[in-house]
C-alpha cells in the first residue's frame, strides 16, 4: 500500500517517451510544445510519445495497435531492453528509468520475464532446461531448478516431452516452452510481445485461453501486445489503444467496444466479434414480470394482463423460483383456488452475468422467454429478451420496451383474463383474501 492506503500499482507508467536519433532530449522538448512526429527531421524518430498508464497487480493489461503504433518499443522500455528518453516507469513502486545494469539484470530475474514473438529458445536445450534457464541465471540448483521446471511444463500441457529439443516441437508447442520458462521464473510480471502471432488460428485460441487459466490460477501480472482486436478484446481486462506512438484510450473491452474515445478507435473496433466481447450482464435489462412465490394466481394474471403477456417470473426474495403460464393460473383461478400458485415450471433459459453472448443464441432461439440472469449468489438481476440480444450485436440501443418478456402471441388474451378475474371476484365477498396485491 501507498501512503494514502491504495494498493501499489503493478506498472505504473507517467509520461514516457522513447525517440529513436541523435538528439532524444531536444525531440521531446519539441514534441512537449506540440511539435507533430513527422515534423521532428533530424532529430530521431519518435517511438512513444508521452505515454501514461497504470497496471494492477493481477491484471491482463493488453496494448493493441497496428504496426508502427510504438507498442513493442513501448512494453521493451518496461524492463529496461529500450532505454526511456523521458519519463517515469515504477514497477511496484520501484522506478526502472536509470537503474545501472546489474539492477536491470536483477529486475529481469525477480520481477519481470518476458515470453518472445520467436520463442527465443535455446535450440541445443532440451524442453526441461529451456524451462529452467531462468532459474539456472538465477543460481538456483540443478536438483530444485529441474523439479519447478517439470512442474511448470505439466501446468502447459507438456508433459512427456521434458528430453525433446526445440526443434521437434510444433510451433504451438514451442511456445508452450516460452510460456513455461517465463512462468519458472516466478516473477510477478510476464511482458508478452506477439507471444502468439506466429501460430496457427487454432492453436492461437487454445494458447490464450490456456494463458487465461493460468493467469486466474497463478495470479500473475500480465502486460500483452497484440495488433489483432479479437485477441485483445478476449484477453484484456482493460486495453490501451496506440496510434503513432499515442496512448489513445485506455478502458475495458466494454468500454472500447461501445465507447470509443474517437474515430480512429471506432474504425479499429467496427469489426470484431461483439458476441464473444459482450456479456449478460453487459445488456441485460431489468426484470419487470415478476411475481413473487407467496402472491396468488389472480395477482400473477394481473401481472400478465397489464404487460400483455402470457408468462411471468416468480421470485421468492431476490433469487428465482421459476415461470408460471397464464393457462395454469387461469385453471387454478376457475377451480377456485385463491391460495398460493401451484404449477410453477423451471424456468428454461438461465445464465449468469459473465456469461459471453455467443452463448446465449442458441437458449435464446429455443425459448419464447427471455434469458434470465442469475448471479453467483442466486439473485435474479435481470432479463435479456431476443431483441435486446440482437440489438446488442449491432451496436443499437438495447432498450425495449416496458414489457420485458416477448412471444409471438399470448397463449389467452388479455381480454379472457380481464373477464375471468371480474367473475371469480363477483363469487367472493373478499374476492382477493390472501393473495399478495
Known amino acids: 500500500m501507498d501512503e494514502l492506503g491504495q494498493p501499489i500499482p503493478a506498472v505504473a507508467v507517467t509520461g514516457l517517451f522513447k525517440v529513436f536519433g541523435k538528439r532524444p532530449k531536444e525531440a521531446v522538448r519539441r514534441l512537449r510544445t506540440g511539435v507533430a512526429r513527422e515534423d521532428l527531421g533530424a532529430l530521431g524518430t519518435a ?8 497496471v494492477k497487480p493481477g491484471e491482463i493489461f493488453v ?22 528518453s523521458a519519463g517515469s516507469i515504477r514497477v511496484f513502486g520501484t522506478e ?36 529452467a534457464y531462468a532459474l539456472e541465471v538465477q543460481g538456483v540448483a540443478l536438483a530444485e531448478r529441474h523439479d519447478r521446471a517439470r512442474r511448470v511444463i505439466e501446468r502447459v500441457g ?70 489483432d482486436l479479437n485477441e485483445a478484446m478476449f484477453l484484456g481486462d482493460r486495453i490501451a489503444v496506440m496510434r ?33 466481447v459482450l456479456t449478460a450482464g453487459d445488456v441485460m435489462e431489468p426484470p419487470r414480470a415478476v411475481v413473487p412465490a407467496t402472491a396468488g394466481p389472480r395477482a400473477a394474471l394481473r401481472i400478465m394482463r397489464d404487460l400483455q403477456t402470457s408468462a411471468c417470473f416468480v421470485t421468492s426474495g431476490r433469487r428465482l423460483v421459476g415461470v408460471v403460464r397464464d393457462s395454469d393460473m387461469l385453471r387454478q383461478v376457475r377451480e377456485g383456488e385463491a391460495g398460493h400458485m401451484r404449477l410453477v415450471r423451471k424456468a428454461p433459459a438461465v445464465v449468469s452475468p459473465g456469461d459471453f453472448l455467443a452463448e446465449l443464441f442458441e437458449l435464446a432461439a429455443e425459448n419464447s422467454l427471455p434469458v434470465a440472469v442469475v448471479d453467483e449468489d442466486g439473485r435474479f438481476v435481470g432479463v435479456i429478451p431476443r431483441v435486446t440480444l440482437l440489438a446488442s450485436l449491432a451496436n443499437v440501443s438495447t432498450h425495449t420496451s416496458e414489457i420485458d418478456i416477448v412471444e409471438p402471441a399470448a397463449t389467452i388474451s388479455p381480454a379472457i383474463i380481464t373477464e375471468t378475474l371480474r367473475e371469480t371476484e363477483a363469487q367472493m365477498l373478499t374476492p382477493l383474501e390472501g393473495d399478495a396485491r
Do not use: C
Not at 529481469?108 to 529451456?130: E, G, I, Y
Open 47 to 54: 517511438a512513444v510519445i508521452d505515454a501514461s498508464f497504470s
Open 63 to 84: 496494448v493493441m495497435g497496428l504496426s508502427g503504433s510504438g507498442k513493442s518499443t513501448l512494453i521493451r522500455t518496461l524492463n529496461g531492453l529500450n532505454e526511456s
Open 96 to 131: 526502472v528509468v536509470g537503474l545501472g545494469a546489474r539492477e536491470l539484470r536483477e529486475l529481469r530475474q525477480q520481477r519481470v520475464s518476458m515470453v518472445f514473438q520467436h520463442f527465443a529458445l535455446l535450440p541445443h536445450r532440451t524442453v526441461l532446461d529451456n524451462a
Open 158 to 227: 507438456l508433459s512427456g516431452w521434458e528430453d525433446h529439443l526445440p526443434g521437434e516441437l510444433s510451433g504451438g508447442m514451442r511456445q508452450r516452452v516460452g510460456l513455461a520458462r517465463a512462468l519458472t521464473a516466478d516473477t510477478d510480471i510476464l511482458l508478452m510481445d506477439e507471444a502468439f502471432s506466429a501460430l496457427d488460428p487454432l492453436i492461437r485460441r487454445e494458447m490464450q485461453e490456456q494463458l487465461v487459466e493460468l493467469q486466474q490460477e497463478l495470479g500473475k501480472t500480465i502486460i500483452f501486445i497484440t495488433h
Open 244 to 276: 503513432d506512438g499515442r496512448i489513445v484510450q485506455v478502458g475495458t473491452p466494454n468500454d472500447i467496444l461501445t465507447d470509443p474515445a474517437n474515430d480512429y478507435v471506432a474504425q479499429f473496433v467496427q469489426d470484431v466479434d461483439r458476441a464473444r
